[in-house]
């Protein structure tokens, strides 16, 4: 038997006026434009005018943040939320806390709310940490009982023990970060909704909430996680959905998600990015790419890839090195490799690595290109410049599925059995 819905989003819309305010929309502010309008208009027949100029209404342009967005969300999952800036994650966030509301459409939460979208989000600075958290548990709807049962798990996930008594307006916003997840996760709320606010954590405490997270998740509450960080959201979540320009793009699991949305934002990227030069413009990348070996071969994990790199070195000799970072699809450096330094004369110059097969594994890899003088000094880089998929040909394996990780090498297996046959 299928979860009941938690959340359901149906044609979900938000405009946004840009520009200045030109006409007025409310009641007070119609009423006081009427009386200056009765006022200025004696003043302006003596100064000769013929007739009282009517306010000028300037033009408003629209911009629709969200639109036309429908999803459901079960009772029990962990919907990751992806996107670049501006595509109206956040958005879709406030209108589901209620913050704001939508211009048009609908939506229904079964169930509490708590939320973590910006740093401070619902605490008063002027209380303490211990303050707001009752009060934060107030606004759920929960008892003072309730809220001092979870009270210490709350301060010790949290770290500020110390500081428990302090204003919150003294806290650093690592500080206000901690807090605020702690209240969000650990009040009995039915739907955990978190924004890229963790981003402000440190590594271990990113670690801590996204192991909270999960055992959220697996007590049976809804999730909401907006991320730029795919390997969180593919580790976290059961499902993803791409929001791109205020629409929905794709909503499937987040491997699927991480590709496609991997090779949109690659290929929106201009191929003019390769002629890029130093600062003193004496040192410039004609181009980079990535090719099997032989050439006409598909591009599989079995086959070795060649990186070529050329560029161009002006007026004088240059000591430089090529340095490469290879990522995998979920943003993650599977590794880099380097050129040993040399001296090469003005000319043109083509560095070529080799990684060799059974290396990569399947999935779409992008590689930053750097320039590096004496050794140091990054003179060139090129963050991107090789973007190129490696394809899976080999079928005799298939039953595992999709293989995890950023690599995939051959490793030499030997097993034997230690223990001598027992003779009947």
Request: with cysteine.
């Amino acid at each position: 038997m299928r979860e009941p819905v938690a959340i359901a989003v149906e044609r979900l819309g938000k405009r946004f006026r840009l520009g200045p305010r030109a006409t007025t929309d409310r009641f007070t502010e119609r009423l006081q434009t009427a009386c200056l309008n009765t006022v200025r208009r004696p003043w302006q027949w003596l100064r000769g005018s013929s007739r009282p100029t009517a306010p000028t209404t300037a033009h408003r342009d629209e911009y629709w943040a969200l639109d036309d967005i429908s999803f459901e969300v079960r009772q029990g999952e962990a919907l990751g939320i992806v996107g670049r800036n501006g595509a109206g994650k956040s958005t879709l966030l406030k209108i589901l806390t209620r913050i704001t509301e939508p211009t048009r459409g609908r939506f229904g939460i079964r169930g509490r709310v708590a939320s973590l979208l910006e740093v401070g989000t619902g605490f008063h600075p002027d209380l303490t940490g211990r303050e707001n958290i009752y009060l934060s548990g107030a606004f759920l709807g929960m008892s003072r009982q309730e809220i001092r049962r979870r009270f210490d798990e709350i301060v010790a996930f949290a770290e500020i023990d110390a500081f428990i008594d302090t204003s919150v307006k003294r806290y650093s916003s690592g500080m206000y970060t901690r807090l605020g997840f702690a209240v969000a996760a650990h009040l009995e709320s039915e739907v955990l909704i978190v924004d890229e606010v963790l981003a402000v954590g440190d590594a271990a405490f990113q670690k801590k909430c996204l192991g909270k997270m999960q055992d959220t998740a697996q007590q049976g509450r809804t999730v909401l996680f907006v991320s730029h960080n795919m390997l969180a959201v593919q580790t976290l979540c059961s499902r993803a959905i791409w929001l791109d320009g205020g629409s929905l793009r794709a909503d499937d699991t987040p491997a699927a998600i991480q590709q496609t949305y991997q090779r949109a934002t690659d290929s929106a990227a201009p191929s003019s990015h390769l002629l890029s030069a130093s600062a003193d413009g004496l040192v410039r990348v004609r181009s980079a790419s990535a090719r099997p070996i032989p050439i006409n071969a598909a591009l599989t994990v079995q086959s070795p890839v060649e990186i070529v790199v050329d560029y161009d070195i002006i007026d004088q000799p240059r000591r430089l090195h090529v340095c490469l970072y290879v990522f995998d699809s979920t943003g993650a450096c599977a590794f880099c490799t380097f050129s040993e330094p040399s001296t090469h004369p003005p000319g043109h110059v083509r560095a070529t690595c080799t990684i060799p097969g059974n290396l990569l594994n399947a999935g779409t890899y992008a590689i930053d290109v750097q320039i590096v003088e004496q050794g140091t000094t990054v003179i060139v880089g090129i963050r991107h410049a090789i973007v190129f998929d490696v394809l899976d040909a080999d079928r005799t394996t298939s039953w595992l599925g999709t293989w995890s990780g950023a690599v995939r090498p051959a490793c030499v297996w030997q097993v034997s059995s230690l223990d001598k046959a027992t003779r009947t």
